[in-house]
C-alpha cells in the first residue's frame, strides 16, 4: 500500500514539475520535523519529538526551508501560505462527492504559486495531530490534537500512508472536527503549496498560540506574504454593550480588536482583520457581524468557484 500511494503522489506531477515530487514527499512524511526545524530556526524551544531524522534528512529539512523562506518575501514568489476561511466555506471543501479542478483568481489566493483546487477523490480524508502543537514545548491547549485535515489523492492517501500521526478519517469526522473548533474559538486556514500541486490540500485549525503560521503572521506584523484573509471584515454594531469578551487573545488571534477610549465599546483594526469570525462567534449579544469587503479579496467559495 505505501508503495502504491508513493507511486500515486509521483505519478500526480507534470514531467515538468516532478522536481516537487521530492520535497512534497519530505514535507508530508515528515511534517512534524518539518515543523520543528521551523520553529527552531525561530528561536523557540520545542518538545522532543519521538524519533529524530538523521544528519541526511536533517540537512534535506534545511535545504527545504531555506528554499521556502527564500521565496517567502513576495506573493509572486511565495511557495507556502495559507488563506484564512470561514467555517462555512470550510465545510464545504470537505462536502464534495465529484472529482474537483478549477482554477484560483488571485482575487481569492493572491500568491502566484498558488493556482488551483485539485481533489481527486474528495471522500479522501486523513485526519492527523497538530504538528504545531505537537512540537510546541508549551502548547496553549493539549487537546483536541487531531485538527490537521488532508482531502483529497494522492496528497490524503500519502501522508495516512507515511506519517504515523495520521489516519484515515472520513468528511462527517472531518466537518464535527471543523464545526468542534470554530466553537474552541480556532482559526481555520486552507493551506496551498507550490510542492503540492500549487493548490489546496489540507487545512489547520489552530490559534495564534501555537499555529505556526499564524504566528510569524503576527510576529511580522503582515509584512511577508503568508496568510491571505478570508475576504470578509469584522463590524461591530451600535447595540455592543463594551463587554470586553471578543478583546481577549482567543477571540481575536490577530489582535485586530480593542476597547475605544471611553472603554465602553469595541473597535476593530481594518487592516489587522483577516476576517475569521471567531469574534462573531463569541460575541454574546451578536453585535460583531462579518461582512464581505472587496479590498480584503474574495472568499474561498466552492459554490461561488464552481458557478
Request: charged content about 25%; some cysteine; overall charge negative.
Amino acid at each position: 500500500m505505501h508503495k502504491e500511494s508513493t507511486k500515486a503522489l509521483y505519478d500526480f506531477y507534470k514531467l515538468e514539475d516532478k522536481n516537487d515530487f521530492f520535497p512534497a514527499y519530505l514535507y508530508l512524511k515528515y511534517l512534524q520535523h518539518f515543523v520543528d526545524y521551523v520553529v527552531k530556526s525561530l528561536g523557540i524551544p520545542t518538545r522532543d519529538l519521538p524519533h529524530e531524522l538523521g544528519d541526511g534528512l536533517d540537512e534535506m529539512m534545511g535545504a527545504y526551508y531555506q528554499q521556502i523562506a527564500d521565496a517567502g518575501a513576495t506573493a509572486d514568489t511565495s511557495i507556502y501560505n495559507a488563506k484564512v476561511v470561514k467555517l462555512h466555506d470550510a465545510v464545504k471543501l470537505f462536502s464534495q462527492k465529484e472529482n474537483i479542478n478549477i482554477p484560483i483568481s488571485e482575487t481569492v489566493v493572491p500568491f502566484k504559486q498558488a493556482k488551483h483546487i485539485i481533489m481527486n477523490n474528495p471522500e479522501s480524508v486523513s485526519i492527523g495531530t497538530c504538528a504545531c502543537r505537537s512540537v510546541s514545548e508549551n502548547p496553549c491547549l493539549e487537546e483536541p490534537m487531531e485538527v490537521c485535515l488532508f482531502v483529497g489523492d494522492p496528497f490524503a492517501a500519502f501522508i495516512r500512508d507515511q506519517n504515523q500521526m495520521f489516519r484515515a478519517g472520513t468528511q462527517e469526522e472531518a466537518i464535527k472536527i471543523l464545526e468542534d473548533c470554530h466553537e474552541k474559538g480556532f482559526v481555520h486556514t486552507a493551506w496551498f503549496k507550490k510542492d503540492l500541486g500549487s493548490s489546496f490540500a489540507m487545512i489547520c485549525n489552530c490559534c495564534s498560540c501555537c499555529c505556526l503560521g499564524i504566528r510569524m503572521w503576527n510576529l511580522l506584523e503582515g509584512t511577508v506574504p503568508i496568510l491571505a484573509s478570508s475576504g470578509y471584515v469584522a463590524e461591530i454594531s451600535e447595540d455592543c454593550v463594551g463587554c470586553g469578551i471578543c478583546v481577549d487573545e482567543h477571540a481575536c488571534h490577530f489582535n485586530a480588536i480593542s476597547m475605544n477610549e471611553e472603554g465602553d465599546k469595541a473597535v476593530i483594526s481594518y487592516d489587522k482583520c483577516m476576517g475569521c469570525g471567531v469574534c462573531e462567534g463569541v460575541c454574546p449579544d451578536g453585535s460583531i457581524s462579518m461582512k464581505r469587503d472587496a479590498a480584503k479579496g474574495e472568499p474561498l467559495d466552492l459554490d461561488e468557484l464552481l458557478a
